[in-house]
């Protein structure tokens, strides 16, 4: 999306299941293009998130392997800016801490 119209919302998230939480709001219910979503580290180094989730800790347990606990995980999305108060819902209801729109 390359146009006036669109804006960018960004995010962070604790852990990866709260970023792919909010992107599968924002792609199933509130039909944004995936190809609009990117996912990141919020830092310089690769992360898996801040913390564990739940699942996470419970799949390391049971298969012995152990994600890197580094840092937040970034969100952006390009969203008209008629979707832009439900993506901020969306990233915020998934646990998205420094939600801004640019």
Same mark, same amino acid.
């Given at each position: ?5 669109? /804006? ?11 970023? %792919?939480?909010?992107? $599968?709001?924002?792609?199933? %219910? ?22 564990? /989730? $739940?699942? $996470?800790?419970?799949?390391? %347990? ?12 970034? &969100?952006?999305?390009? &969203? /008209?800016? /008629?979707?832009?108060?439900?993506? %901020? ?10 939600? $801004?729109?640019?």
């Amino acid at each position: 999306m390359g146009d006036d119209s669109v /804006s960018t919302i960004r995010g962070t998230f604790a852990t990866r299941e709260a970023a %792919e939480r909010a992107i $599968e709001h924002l792609v199933q %219910e509130h039909g944004i293009d995936r190809s609009d979503v990117f996912v990141a580290a919020a830092d310089a180094a690769n992360t898996a998130g801040a913390a564990a /989730s $739940e699942r $996470e800790t419970a799949r390391a %347990e049971n298969s012995g392997l152990d994600a890197a606990l580094r840092g937040r995980i970034a &969100v952006s999305a390009d &969203v /008209s800016r /008629s979707q832009i108060a439900r993506a %901020e819902q969306a990233f915020r209801e998934a646990g998205a801490a420094d939600v $801004e729109t640019g």
